[in-house]
């Protein structure tokens, strides 16, 4: 049996920085001057908004930031289950955001990529029941992928920032 004591473990938390492990928000980490640095382009659609709202609840509202970022969105869905009576009760919402950072005042692209997901909702219940859920899952997709991009942003941002 192996057994820990309190010398090993401050050993290992000695070790650690020296691995190169930094905090993304610690003092020196790759998102410390993010947040309030952004300024996110305009929303052309609800999905686009949703996107936006998320990215700007994590990263903070600029109008006037350092970095411009640009997302376009392709959201679509797919019917995943169809029945014997060819009635469709459950679809895919499949969707992917492509980004782009740029410095605000030079135009000069920083950083660019793509992200995917997808997520599902049923469609057996009634009109109105089906267009929410529909609503619902476009909502989820649009913040699984701000949570990607954000992740993405956390880890790239040394490089660009």
């Known amino acids: 049996m192996l057994s820990f004591d309190r010398r090993s473990i401050l050993l ?7 691995c190169g492990f930094e905090p993304v928000h610690g003092t020196r980490g790759s998102a410390q001057g993010l947040y309030g640095q952004i300024t ?3 929303p052309n659609d609800a999905n686009s908004f949703n996107l936006r709202k998320q990215l700007e609840d994590r ?13 376009s969105l392709d959201l679509r869905t797919e019917s995943l289950s169809i029945t014997s ?5 459950r679809r895919n919402v499949i ?4 980004y782009q950072i740029r410095r605000t005042d030079t ?17 057996s219940g009634s009109t109105v029941a089906t267009a929410s859920a529909r609503d ?3 909502e989820r997709l649009t913040t699984t992928l701000a949570d ?3 992740s993405r942003l956390y880890a790239t941002a040394g490089s660009w920032q």
Do not use: C
């Open 148 to 150: 990607q991009l954000i």
């Open 136 to 138: 619902d899952g476009f």
């Open 95 to 98: 969707g992917s955001a492509r």
């Open 107 to 123: 135009g000069e692209v920083l950083d660019q990529g793509k992200v995917s997901n997808f997520t599902g909702y049923s469609s």
């Open 59 to 71: 990263l903070g509202r600029n109008d006037a930031g350092l970095f411009t970022m640009a997302v």
């Open 85 to 89: 009576e060819q009635s469709i009760n």
């Open 40 to 42: 996110f382009e305009a």
């Open 12 to 18: 290992g938390l000695i070790a650690l920085p020296a």
